[in-house]
């Protein structure tokens, strides 16, 4: 169910116009080499100093010139790497009229003070600090950041506040893959208006163009025999990518940054709102092959997206010799073998009554309010169920989880994620070990289909020692242990913005 109000469906025809007209630009055009994205990367000690200048203005979007919301003047984000036991040192220099903020996704790192908090604000036209230190044994592989500003995050997000992380060493584990190439992939959508903008909101119901790295169907370079690891990192606002190259073998290496602990090899990655797949690829003999997202729907009440080509592989030159991986899979635990310390069940569920709402058991996010209190070093059993008729896609911050079931179905463990969907009129099972010190905080949980999380359907939670667990319940209604830490709170009763709505703070008419 798609939310449509009468500015959306006048803004939804404009795009249906817009596209209509458009027709097929990209068979007007040659395919270009793949971008590489510009990079920040971390000096001797560790640190990456990067400053991130969010502005509005005029930049490439595909093959057209556009005016959209980005960082550093490009639509195509800077590239931050790092590494386990590195510090992210950023600047978020925000140039435009509305409030932003950062969220370091999928990052197992603190979520108070300056590091990856999402109750604080950035000011129009003001600088905020960032300082997310990663424990020595973070996890690597890719990440991303985002705006997370609840009710502007699905047009920031759409528009392009958002952009990769990489955690190096995701091939220390498997030596024999020593100096293979890898490729930063970035996948977006963006849905354009006659007035010559990127839509200031991505309308699900309509279609829109899908790019990697900014561009419309790049060519990306192999090697016949030749293995190179590619990272795929949906930053797209609401968009599911289901990727196959002509029936090439993808192999799993990670998914949401966390090493698979046993082969998973498919024809197909489903890639939804906010995953990361890294998969190694191999060049197929000597030509070229259209690297493709199938068409799909999210539901009988969901959105329909069509099939599309994202980018050509050509493969050419001589016949190397292909990498493979033979060392062990690192482990990691199975967390349906042990006990667990707690369960809970959420239901997500669209509300049926208008105006549509997005509803986490039966309420919409509630600013100020925790609703849910964790001991430290528990492990968690969740039970997600959907009652409604589209899918909806489950994160929660600062943590990892095993997938245990999917519509009551055992699921066969191969490593952890931070994001699932919850199919239509189904549920998931999983187990959450919320066991590192660094998570202690307050933080959130929600449908990563960001029109939802901007519609409400999102949850604040608090993770405390076990002794301050009595009084952490108790200020649950006040916002919790770590009430200081609101920012969004404060900032929007001191704008008297009612914090139950869901429309961005400076409605845009395109
Ligand atoms: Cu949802």
Not at 273 to 288: D, E, H, K
């Amino acid at each position: 169910m798609t939310r449509v109000s009468s500015v959306r469906r006048f803004a939804l025809c404009v795009s249906l116009v817009a596209f209509a007209m458009s027709g097929c630009t990209t068979s007007q055009f040659p395919s270009p080499p793949l971008r590489q994205n510009p990079e920040f990367t971390y000096d001797a000690s560790g640190v990456t100093h990067a400053t991130l200048s969010a502005a509005e203005q005029p930049v490439n979007v595909g093959n057209e010139r556009y005016v959209s919301l980005v960082f550093n003047g490009d639509y195509d984000s800077p590239l931050i790497r790092t590494r386990p036991g590195g510090t992210m040192a950023i600047r978020l220099d925000n140039r435009m009229d509305e409030v932003t903020n950062l969220h370091f996704h999928g990052m197992t790192v603190s979520p108070l003070d300056q590091g990856d908090n999402i109750f604080r604000m950035t000011q129009p036209h003001q600088v905020g600090e960032y300082n997310v230190k990663l424990p020595p044994d973070h996890s690597p592989g890719a990440y991303w950041y985002h705006s997370h500003f609840h009710g502007g995050s699905q047009r920031q997000v759409s528009a392009g506040i958002a952009g990769p992380i990489l955690v190096d060493g995701m091939l220390d584990p498997f030596p024999e893959l020593k100096g293979i190439k890898e490729q930063v992939l970035v996948l977006r959508n963006f849905q354009k208006t006659l007035t010559g903008k990127v839509a200031s909101e991505i309308i699900t119901s309509a279609p829109s163009i899908r790019t990697i790295n900014g561009q419309e169907v790049p060519t990306i370079d192999i090697k016949p025999g030749e293995t190179q690891l590619w990272h795929f990192i949906n930053i797209a606002a609401n968009q599911y990518f289901r990727i196959s190259i002509n029936g090439q073998t993808l192999q799993v290496l990670s998914r949401d940054g966390n090493t698979v602990t046993r082969r998973v090899d498919t024809d197909q990655v489903l890639i939804g709102p906010s995953a990361r797949f890294s998969v190694l690829v191999v060049g197929p003999p000597a030509g070229t092959y259209d690297v493709e997202t199938g068409s799909g729907n999210t539901g009988p009440a969901g959105d329909q997206y069509p099939m599309a080509k994202l980018a050509i592989l050509r493969s050419s030159g001589q016949q190397v010799a292909t990498k493979q991986i033979t060392s062990p899979y690192p482990p990691a635990e199975d967390l349906s073998k042990i006990a667990v310390n707690k369960t809970r069940q959420f239901a997500f569920q669209d509300s049926a009554t208008a105006p549509t709402a997005f509803l986490i058991n039966g309420t919409r996010f509630e600013l100020d309010r925790v609703n849910t209190t964790v001991k430290l070093g528990d492990v968690e059993e969740w039970r997600l169920f959907n009652p409604s008729q589209e899918l909806h896609q489950f994160h929660i911050h600062q943590v990892d989880f095993q997938v245990t079931e999917i519509n009551g179905k055992p699921v066969e463990f191969s490593g952890y994620r931070d994001n699932v969907f919850i199919p239509a009129t189904g549920s998931i099972t999983l187990r959450i070990p919320f066991r590192d010190p660094i998570i202690l905080g307050k933080f959130v949980y929600h449908c990563h289909i960001l029109e939802h999380e901007d519609g409400g359907m999102m949850q604040a939670i608090q993770v405390v020692k076990p002794e301050d667990y009595e009084q952490a319940v108790k200020l649950e209604p006040l916002g919790g242990l770590y009430g200081e830490n609101n920012q969004l709170c404060s900032y929007l009763r001191n704008t008297g913005r009612d914090p139950k709505a869901s429309s961005p703070l400076i409605p845009r008419t395109n």
